[in-house]
Each structure stands twice: as structure tokens, then as C-alpha cells.
């Protein structure tokens, strides 16, 4: 059982890194690999879960214990496999979903990847009671005032989410945010309702390098 790699990344793809510990190359699958391109050229630790099918071994990672430990819930729930669980941590930050999960917004946790309606209810009936132990600090998850009740998902998830994704993950590749916004215009005008953060990285990605 591998509980965490520690080593430098050699490779940064849209759905996993590789990093190098002692000369070997572990594949890891993650939900936001380009954070990781912060850290290129120092040792990174990258906490791990273990996944074993009859046909692979697996390995996805996660920037924290309270990350991995949250995976390890959504793995819980009926339907939720760990490409999904995964997926659903790359529509937004963990703390965020917790609340979602708590506050039994299935508005919000059907925007997630891979989330349809029964197995949002699903995850509030098996988990609501179960998170306070990841440790994640729910107290800034959505705001104070009744902005959330008004606007329902606001600013918050959906589009706001994907773009916000998109932008750190550009920023983790050394884009400049004057960069970014010069063909950030263009972006949008490309963008689908449907686009993950990932679909619209490349997109970013193709107009970034064609200057």
C-alpha cells in the first residue's frame, strides 16, 4: 500500500502527473495536475490512494490528508467510482462541496462531473453525517450574507467554478494574469455550458501558444 510519493514532477498532463521518486516514474492520477507545475523543480509531496482492479493498478493523488481523505468518502457512495469521485473534486475546492453536502444542495452537486440527481442524494444521504472528520474548514465555503439564497448557485460553482480552475491551472504553468486576460475574450467565446475546467484549459492552451 502506498500512502504518499514523495519526488519531482517529470510530467504534467490535463488528467495526471508523473513524478519521479529515485529514479522510478509513478503515474498519478489527479484533479488538478497543473497546481503541481508550482513546485517543477523542488520535491512535492503528493498524498495517495491506492486502487486496485482485476486489469490495473492505480494511483490517484491529492494535495493534502483532508483531500484524500474526502475521495475515500465519495468512494462510499453507491455509483461513484474513483474517475468520478476524482471529477468531482475538479469542479471545485473540497470545502465547498462539504458544505453542499451538508446544506443538502443537490442544485450544486449535480454540476458536478459525472453527478446526476440520485446519486447527489445518494451522496447527501451516506456522507452528510460522515465529513466532519476530513478536517477541511468549511467556515469561508459561500458567504455570510443571503447572496447564495438569492442567486441560488451564483458565482460559485458552474461557470464561475470551471473559469476559476482554469486560471490557477494557467497561473501553475507560468502565464502572467496579463496574458491570461489578453485572450481570455476569445476563450469564453469558445466556451460550452458543458466545458470542464480541463476541455477549457486546452483551449487556453491553443490560443496561449499561438501568441
Known sequence: MIDYLRGQIQLCETDFIVIDVNGVGYRVFCANPYA???????DVVVFIHYH???DAIL???FT???EQALFRRLLEVSGIGPRVALGVLSGGRPEMLISAIQREDITYL???PGIGKKTAQRMVLDLK???VSTG???GDAFPNDDSYEVTGISSFTGEAVVIRE???ALRALSFTDSEIERIWPAVKAKMNEEDSSDILIKKALQLLYKG
Do not use: F, H, P, W
Not at 503541481?36 to 523542488?42: G, I, P, R, S, T
Open 166 to 168: 482554469t486560471k490557477e
Open 52 to 54: 486496485v482492479r482485476e
Open 64 to 66: 493534502s490528508r483532508e
Open 110 to 112: 449535480t454540476r458536478m
Open 36 to 42: 503541481y507545475q508550482l513546485n517543477k523543480d523542488a
Open 59 to 61: 494511483l490517484y493523488g
Open 136 to 138: 477541511l474548514n468549511l
Open 129 to 131: 453525517d460522515k465529513l
